[in-house]
């Protein structure tokens, strides 16, 4: 089956850093991902839309030079996290989208960020 | 404003009856339905995907779909504590775009 992979599954990080994610799609390539938020207890929240070789789309409220996404290949994309504060804390997962008839959307297992 | 609308129970059901989850969608246009588990810390899994009206059985779940009702539901048969979890009604509007989710329902099963 389709298999999402992300790296890494947590971080822990100071202040005022950058953190990059991967988000990779294994035995498939993927045109289009989507980046995730999530805090406890809440609903998955869209971040943004990557799609290879052009500018990611951003959800309305979501800094696009915080989150700087690229997608550089059909096969991976990179979120980072650019001068980290502790309220960018969260659970960070992408999907891809598998295209074709289907179209389906599979996560990779997402990344726990805690920004010190 | 399109929108999918689940119930967040939570759903408590007894070890071995079945849970029914229900969700509505508000795009009559949307062609690809999904259901996703989400365990509490983990990220969602899919269960079940349903594009055309009827019913679609894998194990012990079975997807129904009317689009004419703009209703989907999930039916989770012998149910197990191992069920116990949010469920994510998901659907597509439009290919490659991102998925439209519900809030979820916590399902729990009491063994």
């Known amino acids: 089956g389709a298999v999402v992979s992300q790296h890494p599954s947590w971080v822990i990080c100071k202040s005022g850093t950058s953190v990059k994610i991967e988000c990779r799609s294994l035995?498939?390539?993927?045109?289009?991902m989507f980046w995730y938020r999530q805090f406890p207890k809440q609903s998955l929240m869209l971040m943004a839309t990557s799609n290879e070789g052009s500018k990611a789309t951003y959800e309305q409220g979501v800094e696009k030079d915080k989150f700087l996404i690229n997608h550089a290949s059909l096969t991976l994309s990179t979120l980072t996290v650019t001068s980290a504060h502790p309220e960018d804390s969260s659970f960070y997962i992408c999907?891809?989208?598998?295209?074709?008839?289907?179209?389906?959307?599979?996560f990779g297992p997402g990344t726990r960020l805690t920004v010190l | 404003q399109k929108e999918v609308e689940q119930n967040s129970g939570p759903l408590s059901v007894p070890e071995g009856a079945i849970a029914s989850l229900n969700c509505t969608y508000s795009?009559?246009?949307?062609?690809?339905f999904f259901w996703y588990r989400q365990y509490s810390g983990k990220s969602p899994e899919l269960i079940m995907s349903i594009y055309s009206n009827g019913d679609k059985e894998d194990g012990r779940f079975t997807a129904q779909l009317n689009k004419a009702s703009q209703y989907v539901s999930l039916l989770i048969r012998d149910s197990q504590p191992s069920d116990s979890a949010t469920y994510l009604c998901a659907v597509n509007p439009q290919a490659g775009t991102a998925l439209i989710f519900g809030k979820g329902t916590t399902l729990s099963v009491s063994s």
């Open positions: 999907s891809a989208n598998s295209g074709g008839s289907t179209d389906t959307q599979y």
């Open positions: 035995d498939f390539q993927a045109t289009t």
């Open positions: 795009d009559r246009g949307s062609q690809s």
